[in-house]
């Protein structure tokens, strides 16, 4: 038994969790799929609850910053940053990633009345990624590129709300271009309510594009 095993399972466990929630998740089965022992899964795990908080603590959290990692330590071009990660959650999306939603929202729903500290480890993925987003507001407030008047907590929050949003309604839809219309919705919206005035070129680009701003 090595760490090697215990990344396997898991990674195929969250997989599994992805497809169809944690409490259908099956750890026998799983166990026969990756062809190991009961006593290999038990060395690491003494439960199923033990598994789930191994899947937040070293998949999901990493998983979900790195998601907006890109926005810490920017003193400027924050707007056009943030206006890009959204743009590449819709373009990366594809029938399978819509079919599954997202796993935070998801388990957010199944999990919070089932298990106090299933719970509590979910609340860690939210605050980190809304600390992430709050501190990205308020330096774009102070670059002049948000507007000042926004409260960069609750925007940071709506952000994580809204695309957790979309993902759902597109999930219940079975389509991604109902995703991709949404997701066209949010940056709409962020350009009218966020947004002081963002250039609309991409990185690397800014030369050819100084004039140039995004229009709803």
């Given amino acids: 038994m090595t760490a090697t095993t215990r990344q396997k399972i898991l990674q195929r466990c969250y997989e599994a969790i992805c497809e169809h929630g944690f409490v259908s998740l099956r750890t026998d ?86 298990d106090e500290q ?28 948000f507007k000042p008047q926004m409260d960069a907590r609750s925007m940071a929050y709506s952000l994580i709300g809204s695309l957790q949003g979309c993902y759902a309604i597109a999930k219940t839809r079975n389509s991604k271009d109902v995703f991709t219309l949404m997701i066209n919705a949010l940056l709409k919206q962020l350009k009218e309510v966020l947004f002081v005035a963002v250039e609309e070129t991409a990185p690397g680009q800014q030369a050819a594009g100084d004039n140039q701003r995004l229009t709803a």
Avoid at 36 to 53: C, N
Avoid at 118 to 145: H, M, N, P, Y
Wanted: glycine share 6%.
């Fill in 118 to 145: 299933f719970r509590l480890k979910l609340e860690e993925v939210l605050e980190a990624q809304e600390k992430i987003l709050q501190r990205a507001i308020l330096a774009g407030k102070a670059a002049g590129e």
């Fill in 29 to 114: 089965k799983e166990i026969k799929r990756l062809r190991i022992t009961k006593g290999a899964f038990y060395h690491y795990f003494p439960g199923k609850l033990d598994l789930g908080y191994a899947v937040i603590e070293e998949i999901l959290l990493p998983m979900y910053m790195q998601k907006w990692e890109s926005l810490e330590n920017r003193s400027a071009g924050i707007a056009r940053e943030l206006y890009s990660l959204l743009e590449a959650e819709k373009n990366k999306a594809t029938d399978q990633s819509v079919r599954r939603g997202d796993v935070l929202a998801n388990l957010m729903l199944e999990m919070s009345h089932e």
